[in-house]
């Protein structure tokens, strides 16, 4: 099963939707299995978004995993998905 988390389009000089998007949100769906989902990457380019999520899970069956997707923004439609990897912490 999975659950949807919102990516709100909006403008940046008064935080109302954007009037060039044709869909006020974009959908990212989380499976449930994942317990956390940390604050997302983004990068904004003219109509394209690409967004790094960093996923994960507290059972033993479930690593962090990193997902990228690219949106255009303006018509809301889905242009990349990455296959998972997983998450690799920096060393210290």
């Not at 869909?23 to 989902?37: G, K, S, Y």
């Not at 949106?71 to 242009?79: D, V």
């Amino acid at each position: 099963m999975c659950r949807s988390v919102p990516i709100h389009i909006l403008r940046m000089d008064n935080g109302q939707p954007h009037p060039l998007a044709s869909i006020p949100a974009l959908q990212h769906d989380v499976r449930d299995n994942f317990t956390e989902i940390y604050p997302p990457y983004m990068s904004v380019s003219q109509s394209i978004v690409a967004v790094l999520f960093r996923e994960s899970g507290q059972a033993e069956q479930v690593i962090d995993e990193d997902w990228l997707f690219v949106w255009n923004w303006r018509t809301g439609s889905k242009i990349l998905v990455s296959f998972p990897f997983p998450y690799t912490p920096p060393p210290l």
